[in-house]
């Protein structure tokens, strides 16, 4: 998996709740991410989902994703076509984005520094490989079984995927 | 390569679950002893696994347990309550705990036997560290439930841990909830990712109640789990009888930690967490005669034996303030059952404190909710904004001898000058006021 598109940069201890997703949807069984993307990261900036286009990729700083785990903002991301790279994910972050099937490299010390807000970047999520203008990064990817699990869409279809595996041939 | 290391309590359980020798960061398929769920997701799990198609692969390792809401006061709650029956049946599940045999599920897979020392529980609700306690590690999973639930077995990193010995005794008066907001409040969120693993001849003398809600507190710091190394050595109370001493697993000398602490139990004194977060705990004379309206002491970190009998010690002969609301939940019907056979609850209910069934109502605002000027102590869990209702409400966090004494007064207290009421002019004739 592979992405060209603008990097957009955002701090440290980003909060699923009010930052990632307003808290209401938390409190809401809404589900259907085309609903959802109008007010991705709103709660840092308003006019994020304005900017935003598929390949772009959401760049972290430090427990990306804190407070109480909700897979709102990441079925929404994964809509967009945007991914993430951080300086670390917390473990919310972790299995919830492997859960639904969002692509992202959890440990990327320094790529915060590495990207600009609004220009270029691509990433490689199966080597780890990060690119800009100015300079390249390589991060550990993700390990085999929760890379193919986001291969298979999301752990969801990822089941479905073994169960078929498993059936007996002819 | 990993022969040559010693290994930590967790390793050596995640390798007994996975079927080789693992190493500390490796991401491995492990299959649990245990699952639990409970009324208030086991159903959002169960449509999963029917969407697909699937069966539930092994029905007898997985417990569901009543807590949430019982009893059920609303309507989607119903319609999953009467889902959920039909579907234990049909993928025969059949360690089922009902209203009238339930509990929160953490407490009742303890105090049943289900969970066992040395055993690997992978449990739907957050709180699920508190198993620890036992000596079981067990790790919340969340999300990933339905597709364990298909699978019989789950993905996780095999974790770093963080050591944490005892020594000493607490004193009395001190708590479980008091050694927990002191780790939390030590760690701060360095623990993500992380287990806490507690040892040493401290840890031998803290009893079960207590080592429940330890381990419960080490999710708020973001530890994947929390578990204790060895069995308490004390007089183990009947109702334990399920409970088994054996299976206990311990780190190898030469094991690799993250970091190791030692915490004298006897320098810690009673603590308080206010809002917004649990992790910053304070010394109780920081809040010290705040008033409060409303007391909760129930919850998985505080409906124990040891937190009602720390309330009735507190409330016996007297009352609680004009005006105040006070809800005592004991955790799981065996406790509460234990309770009325101790005489507490007729102390409490006789104090003008409300007793309610077994369940975690009031911790998620689902019952006896906080309206916007409410003022709540209580041994919640959390206290986030909005967690137990109006998010103007204030929560206080603090262990259940500190939220009787401030039942009685109406304002923050320090339950030893409620006991030492001679000194202290706080008995139940002067309470009112005070």
């Known amino acids: 998996m592979i992405t060209s598109g603008r990097s957009w940069i955002f701090g440290d201890d980003i909060a699923f709740d009010g930052e990632m997703m307003p808290v209401r949807f938390q409190k809401s069984d809404t589900l259907d991410p085309s609903k959802l993307v109008p007010f991705l990261m709103t709660g840092i900036d308003p006019n994020f989902p304005n900017k935003i286009k598929s390949g772009d990729t959401i760049v972290a700083g430090e427990a990306f994703g804190s407070g109480n785990f909700h897979p709102h903002a990441l079925l929404a991301m994964k809509h967009a076509g945007v991914y993430v790279v951080a300086e670390s994910v917390t473990r919310g972050f972790y299995r919830m984005a492997v859960a639904v099937g969002l692509w992202f490299i959890p440990f990327c010390p320094g790529v915060t520094r590495l990207a600009k807000d609004g220009e270029a970047m691509s990433v490689n999520y199966l080597t780890g490989e990060v690119k800009t203008a100015t300079g390249s990064a390589r991060y550990e990817p993700l390990p085999a079984i929760p890379r193919e699990i986001i291969e298979a869409g999301s752990e969801e279809q990822f089941v479905i995927k073994k169960l078929k595996e498993e059936q007996p041939h002819g | ?434």
């Open chain 2, 1 to 434: 390569m990993g022969r040559d290391v010693g290994k930590t309590v967790v390793q050596k359980i995640l390798s007994r679950a996975a079927g080789r020798d693992l190493t500390i960061g490796e991401t491995v398929w492990v299959e649990p002893d245990l699952m639990v769920m409970h009324d208030r997701n086991a159903a959002r799990y169960l449509r999963v696994v029917n969407r697909i198609g699937a069966k539930v692969r092994n029905p007898e390792k997985l417990a569901i347990v009543y807590d949430h809401k019982v009893p059920c006061g609303d309507a989607a709650g119903i319609i999953d309550h009467v889902y959920l029956k039909a579907e234990m049946t049909n993928h025969g599940i059949t360690r089922v705990y009902l209203p009238g045999d339930h509990g929160i599920s953490h407490q009742l897979v303890v105090d049943k036997g289900l969970a066992q020392p040395g055993s690997l529980v992978l449990a739907s609700d957050t709180h699920t560290n508190t198993i620890g306690g036992i000596g079981a590690l067990a790790i919340p999973i969340s999300s990933g439930m339905a597709a364990m639930l298909v699978l019989g077995k789950h993905w996780l990193m095999v974790p770093e841990t963080i050591q944490i010995r005892f020594e000493g005794q607490l004193a009395p008066g001190v708590m479980g909830r008091d050694v927990g907001l002191a780790i939390i409040d030590m760690l701060g969120r360095k623990a993500d990712y992380k287990v806490l693993e507690f040892t040493g001849p401290g840890a031998a003398m803290l009893d079960i109640d207590q080592r429940l809600t330890i381990c419960n507190m080490s999710i708020e710091v973001g530890a994947k789990a929390a578990i204790f190394d060895a069995p308490y050595e004390g007089e183990v109370p009947a109702q334990y009888a399920s409970v088994s001493r054996e299976g206990y697993v311990t780190s190898d000398p030469d094991a690799v930690f993250a970091q190791k602490i030692t915490v004298d139990l006897s320098d810690l004194q009673p603590l308080i967490a206010g809002p917004p977060r649990p992790e910053v705990a304070l010394p109780l004379s920081t809040f010290e005669g705040k008033p409060v309206t409303q007391v909760y002491i129930g919850s998985c970190a505080g409906g124990r034996i040891e937190d009602i009998r720390a309330a009735a010690k507190v409330m016996k002969g007297r009352h609680i303030a004009e005006g105040m609301r006070c809800f005592i939940v004991p955790s799981s019907t065996d406790i509460y059952k234990a309770a009325l056979r101790e005489g507490l609850i007729e102390t409490v209910v006789s104090a003008g404190a409300v007793v309610l069934a077994s369940s975690c109502g009031p911790c998620f605002g689902y019952q006896a909710p906080l309206g916007d000027s409410d003022v709540c102590i209580a041994t919640a869990t959390r206290n986030e904004p909005g967690r137990m209702g109006s998010a103007s409400a204030e929560i206080y966090l603090a262990n259940a001898a500190t939220c009787a004494a401030s039942a009685i007064t109406g304002r923050i207290t320090d339950a030893r000058k409620v006991l030492d009421n001679n000194q202290n002019g706080y008995d139940s004739h002067t309470s009112k006021g005070a």
